[in-house]
């Protein structure tokens, strides 16, 4: 209202208040009614008469349920999630208002995609009787910032800040302990009234780390914002989240719990944690408190980040016309949803890194998989970009159910499915709701594996071939995939995509792609390969060239991930060290100090393994495959173990060391110019293009209504509009 104000449109506006409101200065641009009465009586009684035969805009939650000409905002579902939170009358009353207007009011708004999907489930209505109209940031102006005469609480870019009230479910209790007991200085805002109580769990007494605030001004909130190293959502459940914004606007990076709509808020203006993991909580606020080149650029992509919330937008968007408040208006996001039936190893990382690689870009990504134990949170590393993330049970029959009502509620506007069993699985789905785009990722197809016999790759030649006319879209992740796409025959696109996601050494250690670092000749040959220890990796082809180079050297191997017993145990016989399966960010780390990589699989999609060791700067020798052809030089590649093991014995001296690390990273610096960051949001736009119709959760406002905000404007009433697909 207050950006409102500001417009012309101000004077066209009333504002009806209750008895004991407090008028804010900007409240005098408006025409100002104050009624007599005050509480539920003035909600539910005195405001629909005041309005009567006029358009209300109800934007605090709270609305009268029998007004059914209104605009109104929910902001969250959190008493439906967490009604103990609240009294139980609250709740009973907050339940019923939201079931009927979310069916009665001509118009429906939340705060995020993550609200939007929430109230839609816990209200039983579709996902798109709502709109989306975010907080904005620009309240926040950091040039009017000045030094406070207040003191902090702690010394400049040293502490971790907390703000918000204390509800059980903000997890406030566990982080503030856990930050209390690593001895890492924490300020908490919020709660003045009962903040010893919510906190009496935590040993507080003689520890000098630990500020209780209780509630501050603006004014001294904006500086304890921008003095902070980081601010701290431990929250198990957000609509939205305005403290991130707020101090992202001020510079200030958060570490914040995954699992609610502060993933899709933060962006890329902070790193994440399961809520109830507060140890990696308190492992990554401490970083951010001891790297101050990592606390600069976090703070700096927060402060972009803000960029996408503005008032001005909001105020566009909920009361419409084009003249009352200035707006760049941006198109609305393209929503995928991603399918795969197995979250882990080199699918994983592809998923993740698309998702990851295209953030920023108009696309909101959405996950369904069935991760087969593997555990998601630990999988997905430090930060979600996922708006919602749905495991489905074990099996494929239940992926395919999965698929028709994680459709039918998410609306998205492409399918991409991954891997060979949710791709049939995605494909013989039929009947999807507004049958959105269906792209499908093999990750090497089926028909390529060499464990099983000739006339049962056929088949699964013959299942691609007409499951190739339910796909509007290959993205292939190498040109030898492409071009087996294209043998299918079928009317579909290609896309190439290679797997490349900047540099993921990098990416885990906050700094740029690292040089070639190079020893002198080692005494000890130390050997590495990352993945499944299958029959398509071929461990014991691995464990044969181990044992060719035992004749001469010293050699110590390692195998990254596990497998099935038979080819653990091969490796194993062979004195090869194997790790079992680590976590994504722990794989850098495996791959420090090894002298070459290691790479037998008898057939591939586009290893990402291969790709992140030639990023850690490890040479690497790799068995001859199809699916390196164009774009891995023949000279890297054997067909034999001999072979295989003169190469090692080459690579590991110099200067043939050097000389081959700056190959790759050459290599590397070509194959990005097809990564997913170039390539796939362009492919998703031009096949939503070809559809003939505009994302589907895109809002249009195009029905003319007289309102109370607008006494003589037109302001147009939300409405969704489908196309179907051309079959």
Request: glycine content about 8%; overall charge neutral.
């Amino acid at each position: 209202m207050r950006s409102l104000s500001s417009t012309p449109a101000a004077s066209q506006v009333t504002l009806f208040l209750p008895k004991d409101a407090i008028e804010p200065p900007w409240a005098s641009r408006f025409a100002l009614v104050r009624s007599r009465f005050r509480g539920i009586f003035f909600e539910q009684v005195v405001l629909p008469w005041l309005t009567r035969g006029e358009h209300l805009y109800s934007l605090c939650g709270p609305a009268p349920v029998v007004k059914r000409n209104q605009t109104l905002v929910m902001h969250d579902a959190t008493t439906f999630r967490f009604p103990s939170a609240f009294r139980l009358v609250f709740v009973l009353w907050q339940r019923l208002m939201y079931t009927v207007l979310s069916r009665t009011a001509k118009r429906v708004l939340t705060v995020s995609s993550f609200s939007r999907a929430e109230l839609a489930s816990v209200l039983g209505v579709p996902q798109d009787r709502f709109e989306v109209a975010p907080c904005g940031a620009d309240h926040i102006e950091p040039q009017l910032l000045t030094d406070s005469a207040e003191a902090l609480p702690f010394e400049r870019g040293s502490y971790a800040l907390i703000v918000g009230n204390l509800a059980p479910h903000k997890n406030v209790s566990a982080a503030v302990a856990a930050l209390a007991d690593s001895e890492v200085p924490v300020a908490v805002v919020g709660g003045a009234g009962h903040v010893q109580h919510v906190l009496r769990g935590v040993q507080l007494e003689g520890r000098d780390n630990v500020r209780l605030l209780g509630r501050v001004d603006d004014e001294q909130l904006q500086q304890l914002y921008a003095a902070a190293a980081v601010l701290v959502a431990p929250s198990r459940y957000e609509g939205f989240c305005i403290p991130i914004i707020e101090a992202g606007r001020l510079g200030c990076p958060a570490v914040f719990a995954t699992g609610s709509a502060m993933t899709e808020v933060a962006g890329e203006g902070g790193l994440a944690f399961d809520p109830d993991d507060v140890v990696q909580c308190v492992k990554l606020v401490k970083r951010l408190i001891s790297e101050p080149a990592l606390r600069e650029r976090l703070g700096t992509q927060a402060r972009a980040n803000t960029d996408r919330f503005s008032w001005a937008r909001t105020a566009q968007k909920i009361f419409a016309p084009e003249d009352v408040v200035d707006s760049d208006a941006t198109p609305a996001p393209v929503r995928v949803l991603h399918v795969t039936d197995y979250l882990a190893t080199g699918i994983r990382t592809a998923i993740i890194g698309y998702a990851n690689a295209i953030r920023g870009q108009g696309v909101e990504s959405w996950l369904l998989a069935q991760d087969q134990g593997k555990g998601y949170f630990e999988e997905v590393d430090e930060c979600s970009p996922f708006v919602t993330t749905r495991i489905a049970p074990h099996g494929l029959l239940n992926l395919w159910r999965a698929i028709g009502s994680s459709v039918a509620e998410f609306r998205p506007d492409i399918v991409h499915l991954h891997s060979s069993r949710a791709g049939a699985a995605g494909r013989l789905r039929f009947g999807l709701k507004d049958k959105p785009v269906l792209v499908y990722t093999p990750h090497c197809f089926s028909f390529e594996m060499r464990d099983v016999h000739g006339l049962r790759r056929r088949l699964y030649w013959v299942a691609e071939r007409v499951l190739a006319r339910r796909t509007d879209a290959f993205v292939c992740v190498s040109p030898h995939e492409a071009g087996l796409a294209r043998g299918l025959r079928s009317r579909a696109d290609v896309v190439v995509m290679l797997n490349m996601f900047g540099s993921s050494f990098a990416a885990q250690h906050d700094s740029a792609m690292p040089l070639p670092v190079v020893e002198a000749a080692p005494a000890r040959i130390r050997i590495v390969n990352v993945g499944r220890a299958t029959p398509q990796k071929d461990p014991e082809m691995f464990a044969q060239i181990v044992a060719a180079l035992r004749v001469d050297r010293c050699v110590e191997a390692t195998w990254v991930g596990d497998g099935p017993e038979p080819g653990r145990c091969t490796l194993q016989t062979a004195d090869i060290t194997v790790t079992g399966w680590l976590a994504a960010r722990e794989v850098p780390a495996a791959l420090e100090g090894q002298t070459v990589y290691l790479h037998t699989s008898r057939w591939e999609g586009g290893p990402i393994a291969l790709r992140e060791a030639m990023e850690a700067g490890l040479p690497v020798v790799v068995r001859r495959n199809p699916a390196y052809e164009g774009y891995l030089p023949e000279e890297w590649q054997f067909d034999e173990v001999d072979e295989a093991a003169r190469m090692i014995r080459l690579l590991a001296e110099e200067p043939a060391r050097s000389q081959r690390v700056n190959e790759q990273f050459e290599v590397l610096a070509e194959q990005r110019k097809s990564g997913p960051d170039i390539v796939l949001a362009t492919a998703y736009r031009r096949l939503l293009a070809r559809s003939g119709r505009p994302p589907r959760h895109h809002d249009c406002l195009h029905v003319n209504t007289t309102a109370t905000g607008y006494g003589g404007l037109n302001v147009e009433d939300a409405r969704w509009t489908h196309r179907s697909f051309p079959s």
